[in-house]
């Protein structure tokens, strides 16, 4: 069981993360922290000295719940095929957030780009689990030159059609897009 400080700042965490899905980490302050989560800043500044400092620990999060989601398909589902059905589902299984927000990784890595250099690349490793999985998943499908291209290549076009639909508001551009993704995962 966890401590009430260890629930403290994962409540923290928690808030961050989604507030700088919706708002972007730029515009997100210390005082939309303290409204979501109903700290004072006091509270928050024992656990986390500055904004930097929570979006580390918001990155830490999403990696470590990326990793836990694919093993857990490992364990669930034997062929890498289906693994990869799952990572193209996770896209339609998000498509209204995607339509109203974007992609919760390529959004900050974008804003990052722009804003904050400095903590893109603590960023772009949310991308770095994703292309080491994905290159595993093709690996296993006996394609090993290419899995990392095909990794890539997998990546490249659910990013894609996430900034796509959102720009046009459009949640039938994901369908399309997850059935040609899935017809093309079968023709491996």
């Known amino acids: ?35 979501k989560t109903n700290i004072r800043r006091g509270n928050i500044n024992h656990y986390f000295k500055t904004k930097s400092d929570i979006l580390e620990a918001v990155i830490s999060q999403r990696i470590a719940e990326y990793k836990s989601l694919f093993s857990g398909w490992e364990i669930q589902y034997s062929d890498p095929k289906d693994r990869l059905h799952c990572f193209v589902q996770m896209v339609a299984s998000n498509s209204s957030n995607l339509i109203r927000y974007g992609c919760p990784i390529g959004t900050l890595n974008a804003e990052l780009g722009k804003e904050a250099c400095d903590f893109q690349s603590n960023a772009r490793s949310l991308f770095d689990v994703f292309i080491n999985w994905l290159t595993q998943q093709f690996k296993q499908i006996n394609k090993p030159r290419q899995a990392q291209a095909r990794a890539l290549h997998l990546l490249s076009r659910t990013e894609g059609i996430s900034v796509i639909a959102h720009v046009y508001n459009n949640s039938d551009l994901i369908t399309v897009e997850v059935k040609l993704l899935h017809k093309w995962i079968d023709e491996l």
């Open 1 to 35: 069981m966890s401590t009430k400080g260890e629930r403290t700042r994962n409540e923290i965490v928690e808030a961050a993360k989604t507030l700088f899905y919706h708002k972007g980490y730029t515009n997100t302050s210390f005082s939309d922290i303290v409204d």
